[in-house]
């Protein structure tokens, strides 16, 4: 158990929908990064926020958004759905905003899009 | 395109044996770390490496950074069924990027 907690573990919805998914850090860590691992593109960065800030942006579409709320958890929103967007997110945390600390991951939640 | 590209791909051998796993790229790092992850599970870190030429060793596991930062490997020793797993490198740059994977089957 990596102390970061990510829900929903699955979550199953149609094209065209909105889901948030969110995650909880382990306690002390102020960063938060999101990723999307799929089978053909492997896992990509989206974005990382630190203490509320957005740090870093990836590969993320215009129709996904995040944010860290003062308690540090995170939220990504994902609209307008396409099948495309079917995989695992991740999410990890990690004490400091600086790209080699050791990041946590959290267990990922299971989107699929039908 | 991936940044960082890992080989092999896919690597299935028996227990004891012992198996390189690269990770290289055109680009220049800061730090470079290895992750296992297993199936429905987030990756875990195994090693971070800072300085050009830099090995560490974890048990039966041995990591190198090139001496440009822009690639390493990763060495296992008499694998055991246990090393089973998707091996993934991760180089900091403006952001994280992770390789392409090796998929890691030891065989009983």
């Known amino acids: 158990d990596s102390g970061v907690t990510q829900t929903p573990k699955h979550l199953i919805t149609a094209t065209g929908q909105r889901v948030t998914l969110r995650c909880s850090p382990r306690?002390?860590?102020?960063?938060v990064y999101w990723y999307q691992q799929s089978l053909d593109q492997g896992l990509q960065f989206l974005i990382q926020?630190?203490?509320?800030?957005?740090?870093a942006k990836g590969n993320i579409l215009e129709r996904f958004s995040a944010q860290q709320f003062p308690d540090l958890h995170s939220e990504l929103n994902l609209s307008s759905l396409e099948l495309g967007d079917s995989a695992l997110y991740f999410c990890?945390?990690?004490?400091?905003?600086?790209?080699?600390?050791?990041?946590?991951f959290g267990p990922g939640t299971r989107l699929t899009v039908l | 395109t991936q940044l960082l590209e890992q080989s092999p791909q896919f690597l299935s051998i028996q227990e004891g044996e012992n198996l390189t796993v690269y990770c290289n790229s055109s680009?220049?790092?800061?730090?470079l770390q290895w992750y296992r992850q297993e199936p429905g599970e987030g990756p875990v870190l195994l090693v971070t490496?800072?300085?050009?030429?830099e090995v560490k060793k974890l048990k039966r596991l041995t990591f190198q950074f090139g001496d440009a930062r822009k690639d390493s490997s990763l060495h296992i020793t008499a694998a055991q069924p246990g090393d089973t797993g998707l091996y993934l490198c991760?180089?900091?740059?403006?952001?994280?990027?992770f390789g392409t994977g090796t998929s890691l089957t030891v065989i009983p």
């Open positions: 991760a180089g900091a740059g403006n952001q994280f990027y």
């Open positions: 490496v800072v300085t050009g030429g």
């Open positions: 926020y630190y203490n509320g800030e957005e740090r």
């Open positions: 306690s002390g860590d102020l960063s």
């Open positions: 990890a945390s990690s004490v400091e905003g600086r790209q080699y600390n050791e990041q946590f």
């Open positions: 680009s220049v790092f800061s730090s």
